[in-house]
């Protein structure tokens, strides 16, 4: 997790919390609570961790290949998060996938594959909220509830879209953690795994924050 990384490249760089802190124009509590994985960084911040401990970003926010190779054993017998993914990239994201809504004004995709089934529903646009749920012969496994906003008129849904593409096996939930195309930067970060998790995805245009979306879920049974 970023939490120990931050603490690994701190030590190494021979740096207190304190003086970390100060480095980065925050409370010392901040970096207590990065360090916990209790709060995770935004974008900024881990651009400034980046350049204080002489690392690049995926250096400090991907999993390293131990982690990986521990959560693809985790889930290896776990057929249903290859179709999710599968589903996640054949509907909201490809701009397919869309049915009937299932409530008043509310946006359904829908993905089937044998006795798998995909669904996403959300409302509103600008300010809205939504549900995933992956179904295997119409008994639940996973839900993930989300809720965002768009703060600027330089938000991009396409640009989004593009980035949820990008969900791989590691880390199903949204996006990747960082993916940047021109002007625009994608930032996802969260705690936990497909059994429980919490997270945040972030857009940013110019460095100017422009979109959040929060996100927590879980499997089911």
């Known amino acids: 997790m970023i ?38 960084p935004n974008l900024d911040y881990i651009m400034g961790l980046s350049v204080i401990f002489g690392i690049t970003i995926d250096n400090l926010v991907k999993d390293n290949d131990c982690a990986k190779q521990e959560i693809e054993s985790k889930i290896s017998n776990y057929n249903w998060i290859d179709f999710m993914l599968k589903a996640k990239k054949a509907t909201y994201a490809k701009k397919e996938g869309k049915t009937v809504s299932s409530r008043p004004n509310s946006h359904d995709y829908q993905y089937q594959e044998n006795e798998y089934l995909y669904i996403d529903t959300f409302v509103g646009s600008e300010f809205f909220g939504g549900e995933e749920c992956v179904y295997k012969d119409n008994i639940p496994l996973y839900v993930m509830n989300y809720y965002g906003k768009v703060l600027d008129e330089a938000f991009s849904g396409d640009f989004l879209k593009e980035a949820l593409l990008l969900v791989d096996r590691i880390s199903p939930f949204r996006g990747p953690a960082l993916y940047t195309n021109g002007n625009y930067t994608y930032h996802c970060s969260y705690d936990g795994d497909y059994e429980f998790f919490n997270g945040k995805e972030e857009i940013y245009y110019n460095n100017i924050k422009v979109y959040e979306c929060l996100f927590h879920g879980r499997s089911v049974k």
């Open 3 to 40: 939490g120990d990384k931050i603490i690994l490249y701190r030590k190494r760089k021979g740096l207190t919390q304190e003086e970390l802190a100060d480095l980065l124009e925050v409370s010392r509590q901040t970096v207590t609570k990065w360090e916990s994985g209790s709060v995770l």
